[in-house]
């Protein structure tokens, strides 16, 4: 471990982390079951006939609060009623990927392949779906909050915040303010008394039903944060990869349906946040969506192109059609809903080789694991942050029968992602060479790579100016200076961060060599 990071943990600083290398883990797994043991029957959150058998392949996480141990997937089989059903029926209203149903519980592919769905979309509730940022890009987020708390003077206006952080930004004009202590009795209140006013969530993305008057107005501030060791770490070496923007837009789709849980119910729906605008006009970003979403996604796109909105105001009007049941704007909606149709299953190629290579790890058959996991590897092709960690993975179940090629192995990771765990033997820092053109011109052929139009690129550029605030978040801050470099024509990189030491040892350093120094 690296003294900065181990200083960070003692410290107990929010942000500092550390993953225990699978190589340590493996032989070092007579303490661990000494220390496990004697507290198996209380202290851990689940069953210990749940984790004993697969903890040799877990992949353990220190935080500052927390020693997190989780398997690569789940150990389903220890559930006799459960592997040995006949039938099995999975709910489930928004998935980033099918995958999961095969990879963690085992589900046959063929089954998943051949969901049971509605005829239709137009079952679901009524959204209006806006970016306020987008229709009027000059609008501050102080101007957004006013807007917000205005339509919070007649109803109740709902804000799902990421972070207690992004919380203490509405603290004083909220009427509550929830979380996991008091989020049930909130709720409630919600439900009972239409005129609360506003009322911040943090960190609830699903699991709370707001029907009717309980909310009609629905505000996503910013991006899902993930805040256990296991999703920390996830975020980290998903930097950039399409697998991390699924995965963000699936929390974010299952927020957006907090106040529709039915046809009957109707929202508008603010999506605020230059960084979760960004991500919305990924490219990519649409596919990840369900159908339903998109058909409004699409709805909310033709607002924006007709609608010359010179101020937030001009956006009441707007919002009135949806929460006054204007007959146009319900028919509008409605018909556009109806014409839906639900996509099949999307079901990664590797998933099935993911979960046989796990469970022929989990009866110790650890060359048919590595064999079934280089089969992952292989079969991504166009996503290398995820390739890489499933490299990791390879190196992991490589390690029990052949330490020297897993470590092979993982330096191979570790080149294609840094983020990853640092083999035995190290790497070697890399320095940067100036950029081979003049830094306009580098600066130009980047932006019209990375913005489909002006407009991306002022929400690109905002949501970096956003991250450039020097605090808690200091990843955040670290990689939006990175993001400068590029968006001005230099290249940059985080020598702490992806090799553990920079040149002052304590925070991630930005290098930003040119020939215009």
């Known amino acids: 471990m690296q003294q900065s990071r181990l200083?960070?943990?003692?410290?107990r600083r929010r942000t500092a982390i550390q993953e225990v290398p699978f190589w340590a883990w493996q032989d070092k797994q007579d303490q661990v079951l000494s220390i496990l043991h004697p507290i198996s029957d209380s202290a851990l959150k689940w069953g210990w006939p749940l984790v004993v058998d697969s903890l040799p392949l877990c992949t353990a996480v220190i935080t500052s609060d927390a020693f997190e141990i989780y398997p690569p997937c789940h150990p389903t089989e220890t559930l006799l009623g459960f592997s040995q059903a006949?039938?099995?029926?999975?709910?489930?209203?928004?998935?980033?990927d099918d995958s999961v149903l095969v990879r963690h519980f085992g589900a046959a592919p063929e089954s998943v392949s051949r969901p049971i769905f509605p005829s239709s979309a137009g079952d679901i509730g009524d959204r209006m779906i806006l970016v306020p940022q987008q229709l009027v890009p000059k609008a501050t987020d102080e101007e957004v909050r006013d807007l917000v708390l205005d339509l919070a003077e007649?109803?109740?206006?709902?804000v799902i915040v990421p972070s207690h952080a992004r919380a203490d930004w509405w603290r004083e004009d909220a009427a509550l303010v929830l979380d996991r202590n008091n989020i049930h009795q909130g709720v409630e209140q919600l439900r009972k008394n239409p005129q609360l006013g506003l009322v911040v969530l943090i960190n609830r993305y699903d699991g709370i039903d707001l029907p009717g008057d309980a909310c009609h107005v629905l505000v996503l501030d910013g991006l899902p944060e993930a805040l256990d060791g296991p999703e920390r770490l996830t975020q980290a070496r998903l930097t950039g990869s399409t697998n991390l923007l699924g995965r963000q837009i699936q929390r974010l789709e299952q927020g957006m349906g907090r106040a529709t849980r039915s046809n009957e119910d109707h929202a508008v729906v603010l999506l605020l946040g230059a960084r979760l605008a960004e991500r919305l006009n990924a490219p990519e970003a649409r596919g990840f969506f369900s159908p339903a979403t998109r058909a409004q996604l699409?709805?909310?796109?033709?607002?924006a192109s007709e609608v010359e909105a010179d101020s937030l105001d001009d956006l009441h009007d707007i919002m009135e059609q949806c929460l006054e049941r204007d007959k146009d704007w319900v028919a509008y909606s409605k018909g556009a809903l109806a014409q839906v149709r639900y996509d099949t299953s999307r079901i990664a190629d590797t998933a099935s080789a993911e979960r046989r290579a796990f469970d022929a790890a989990l009866r110790g058959d650890y060359v048919?694991?590595?064999q079934e996991q280089q089969t992952v590897v292989n079969g991504i092709t166009d996503d290398a942050a995820t390739q890489a960690l499933q490299r990791q993975r390879l190196a992991s179940y490589t390690n029990f029968f052949d330490p020297s090629g897993a470590q092979q192995t993982q330096k191979t990771a570790n080149l294609a992602n840094r983020r990853l765990l640092r083999p035995l033997t190290g790497v070697l820092y890399e320095r940067l060479k100036a950029a081979s053109r003049p830094q306009g011109e580098q600066a130009s052929s980047w932006l019209q790579a990375k913005y489909t139009s002006g407009n991306d690129l002022l929400l690109g550029f905002k949501a970096v100016l956003q991250d450039l605030?020097?605090?808690?978040?200091t990843p955040q801050f670290e990689q939006?200076?990175?993001?400068?470099?590029?968006?001005?024509?230099h290249i940059g990189q985080r020598p702490e961060d992806t090799l553990g030491r920079g040149p002052d040892g304590d925070g991630a350093q930005v290098i930003l060599p040119s020939s215009a120094h």
């Open 154 to 158: 007649d109803q109740n206006v709902v």
């Open 480 to 489: 939006a200076v990175r993001d400068l470099a590029e968006h001005i024509g």
């Open 368 to 370: 048919v694991a590595a």
């Open 7 to 11: 200083l960070d943990l003692e410290a």
């Open 298 to 303: 699409d709805l909310a796109a033709e607002i």
């Open 86 to 96: 006949q039938r099995r029926v999975y709910l489930t209203a928004t998935l980033a």
């Open 469 to 473: 605030d020097w605090g808690p978040r």
